[in-house]
């Protein structure tokens, strides 16, 4: 899979997972409630680390895995970078947007051995068994097994515009408030994270959701995927698709 196409092509597939509870999070593995224009102000380098060992250059869980997103003049960059294990380590490249991380190599496992983490440089805290004790700056977390996680936001590169084509959604467990963010930090008067989509979601297989055909992403524009659930541990998933309309040209 071309995953540079999947993301920024010309018809985008995002799928966003995520256990969310009564407080509002975003759609993610990593279940955060990150304001980009004030965690990713700027382009950072990120800190990569396991809860498993086993997740190292010569492990048998994975060795090495990808990021996707945007440097900070909103250029679509991607990077592999090798796993030590419990012990954090750093990108070389600074990412404005995250949107999205796999699995690159493994060991014989095939699979990452653990969960694994990952967070704006130099904000996880103290790290216990490769775990950051803080988590309010982790942008992705990929669940041991899964070999891929997202971050539930994504973000038109330089010079493209987008629309919304249609969203499916689905609640389990528990019904939930499903909400879709969108912002602009890049353009004046800046444009706060503000739901251009708010529904209640009823527990029940996948929904497709109205979406107005004015919600356009402009380029540099951010969409946040959100929900809150009735209790704790809710299971939500909103997928989404959307559409370049400009320029006529997809970028991959």
């Known amino acids: 899979m071309d995953m540079m196409k999947k993301l920024f092509g010309a018809r985008p597939a995002l799928y966003n997972r995520g256990t969310v509870g009564t407080s509002i999070l975003n759609v993610s593995d990593a279940a955060q409630n990150i304001d ?43 990077e592999s970078v090798t796993l030590n294990g419990q012990t954090a380590v750093q990108s070389t490249k600074s990412f404005w947007r995250v949107i999205l991380a796999k699995i690159d190599t493994a060991g014989t496992g ?49 010079g493209m515009i987008y629309t919304i084509d249609s969203l499916v959604a689905q609640c389990r467990v ?11 930090e890049r353009t004046a008067p800046i ?10 979601a009823g527990v029940s297989g996948p929904s497709p959701i109205p979406t107005p055909n004015t919600f356009i992403i402009n380029e540099l524009e951010d969409i946040y995927f959100k929900a809150t659930m009735a209790a704790a541990s809710g299971i939500v998933s909103i997928d989404a698709f959307l559409r370049q309309i400009s320029p006529s040209s997809p970028r991959y």
């Open 110 to 158: 095939r699979k990452n051995a653990g969960d694994i983490y990952i967070v704006k440089t130099g904000t996880g805290g103290t790290y216990t068994a490769g775990v950051p004790g803080t988590l309010t700056s982790c942008i992705i977390k990929i669940l041991v097994g899964l070999n891929l996680g997202t971050s539930g936001i994504w973000t038109a590169p330089l």
């Open 36 to 78: 980009l224009g004030v965690t990713f102000d700027a382009a950072y380098k990120l800190d990569i680390s396991s809860s498993s060992a086993a997740d190292a250059a010569a492990g048998t869980g994975m060795r090495k895995v990808e990021i996707y997103g945007l440097d900070y003049a909103g250029i679509p960059i991607n």
């Open 174 to 184: 528990q019904a939930g408030r499903i909400q879709v963010f969108h912002a602009s």
């Open 191 to 200: 444009q706060l994270p503000h739901p251009e989509i708010d529904i209640d």
